[in-house]
């Protein structure tokens, strides 16, 4: 019986799908904000565009960015 060794990278978990858009210009959201009870989707662009003041102010940063260069 053999057994890898090969470790397998972790999985993250993706929760926002194509239907969800950037409250911004309505591109596909990657990037997901909790901001006084609401939340704020954003593509990537305004994502990066916001986040300094979001942060600050956000109890929740979602961000599934990274999915953009699994795509290639």
């Given at each position: 019986?053999?057994?890898s060794?090969?470790?397998e990278p972790a999985?993250?978990?993706?929760?926002?799908?194509a239907?969800?858009?950037?409250d911004s210009c309505g591109?596909?959201?990657y990037i997901a904000a909790e901001v006084n009870g609401s939340e704020l989707l954003f593509c990537a662009h305004h994502g990066r565009?916001?986040?300094?003041k979001?942060?600050?102010?956000?109890?929740s940063w979602h961000d599934?960015?990274?999915r953009l260069a699994d795509a290639r």
């Open positions: 019986m053999s057994m060794t090969t470790a999985v993250l978990e993706y929760r926002l799908t239907t969800d858009r950037c591109a596909q959201a565009k916001y986040e300094e979001l942060r600050s102010v956000a109890t599934e960015t990274a």
